[in-house]
């Protein structure tokens, strides 16, 4: 089973940064779709940024310029370099799995897209 865990929230005020990792094990598939998403109290998860098996990256135009998704395959881990931190990006955040995935584009924002999620970590950014 995929597991996934992800740490480095925290408490930041309003233009600082955070860099939010993600930790995979138990791949028994290739070509691997992996999302970071959001979810606020009273809202709804959406999509932050994903990218795919090629390095083909999508994002959200509220965080578009400000955050950066990455990863590193060798350590099987996901980065979310969030940078510019605003107080409407308070919210836990999700990474998400999809095994033998090639989506691109907006699809790769989209949270059925997704098999396999980690527990979440907060962020809370304060004015």
Known sequence: ??????????SVQA???LRLSC???GYTAS????G???QAPGN??????AINSGGTTSYA???KGRFTISQDNAKNTLYLQMNSLEP?????YYCAARPRCFAQGWLLLLERLFDYWGQGTQVTVSS
Do not use: I, K, N, P
């Open 23 to 25: 930790a995979a094990s």
């Open 15 to 17: 233009g600082g940064s």
């Open 61 to 63: 135009d509220s965080v």
């Open 36 to 38: 970071w998403f959001r």
């Open 44 to 49: 709804e998860r959406e999509g932050v940024a």
């Open 88 to 92: 409407e990006d308070t919210a836990m």
């Open 1 to 10: 089973q995929v597991q996934l865990v992800e740490s480095g929230g925290g």
């Open 31 to 34: 070509s691997y779709c992996m």
